[in-house]
Structures are given as C-alpha cells and as structure tokens.
C-alpha cells in the first residue's frame, strides 16, 4: 500500500464502499448454494457447474462474435453507425 501513496494512485475507496454490498451479496447466494450442492449428489453438481460454464461460454462467444462484426464489416449498417459516432 506504500507504494500507491508514493506514487499518487488514486485508490478510489468511495467505489470499493459501493462494492462492499454486492460482495457480501454474492459471498451470501455463493455459500448458500454451496450448501444446497453439499447436501445432494455428484450428478446434480456436475449439471449445475455444467449449465453455468456453457452459461458464461455463450456469453463470451455471444461478446466476440459482435465485437468481430463490426471488425471486419460483417454488419455494415451497425459498422458504419459505428464509424459516423
């Protein structure tokens, strides 16, 4: 942390207050479901880690095919709205 004050950084302590409350939040939903996963069998686990990771796959799939579009003009109306802005 010493070197942050040396150096200026701004640390932004006001943001990491707000975030306090969505961690907690999350720290309470994860442990909760954690227990729900405990208490039942390695199948149903495995179906839940399962969805979650094709889940956030499709989601990062879903970021890099639209982020390409507009790369390589495959949408050229939202590509040239793209470049008027």
């Known amino acids: 942390m010493a070197a942050f ?21 999350g720290h309470f939903v994860g442990l909760r479901f954690h227990k729900h996963l405990i208490g039942h069998n390695a ?8 969805m979650g990771f094709i889940g956030r796959i ?10 390409s579009s507009l790369k ?8 040239d709205a793209h470049l008027r802005q």
Request: hydrophobic residues 50%; glycine residues 4%; charged residues 20%.
């Open 5 to 25: 004050v040396i150096f200026d950084v701004d640390l932004q302590f006001e943001w990491a207050l707000y975030l306090i409350y969505l961690c907690y939040y």
């Open 43 to 50: 199948a149903e686990v495995k179906r839940y880690l399962g």
């Open 72 to 79: 390589h003009g495959l949408n050229k109306k939202a590509r």
């Open 58 to 67: 499709s989601l990062w799939f879903m970021a890099v095919v639209s982020d």
